[in-house]
């Protein structure tokens, strides 16, 4: 099992940043990858941006340049930051982590970009 807390969602305007975070616990030495998805209301859920343990990352053509994933091992945690944010980047936005068994989700964090 698999348990992970995010955090860092909230109100944003256009062009402003907000970074997210993902923490995971339990039998970590499991997971292989971890990332973030996102679905905004009415919309099926994305793939937003993925990283590997050995830290090669993956991005949707719609976030690249803007969105940065990374992790820290030590702290089992990843991260997700967001420069230059749009209204369409508003979703709730969702931890993932895949494992040789199955994959386990967050709780999911509200993102709001609006003025």
């Known amino acids: 099992q698999v348990q992970l807390v995010e955090s860092g969602g909230g109100l944003v305007q256009p062009g402003g940043s907000l970074r997210l975070s993902c923490a995971a616990s339990?039998?970590?030495?499991?997971?292989?990858?971890m990332g973030w998805y996102r679905q905004a209301p009415g919309k099926q859920r994305e793939l937003v941006a993925t990283?590997?343990?050995?830290?090669?990352?993956n991005y949707a053509n719609s976030v690249k340049g803007r969105f940065t994933i990374s992790r820290d091992n030590a702290k089992n945690t990843v991260y997700l930051q967001m420069n230059s944010l749009k209204p369409e980047d508003t979703a709730v936005y969702y931890c993932?982590?895949?494992?040789?068994?199955?994959?386990?989700w967050g709780q999911g964090t509200q993102v709001t970009v609006s003025s």
């Open positions: 993932i982590a895949q494992t040789f068994g199955p994959d386990y």
């Open positions: 339990g039998s970590i030495i499991t997971i292989y990858t």
């Open positions: 990283i590997s343990r050995s830290s090669n990352t």
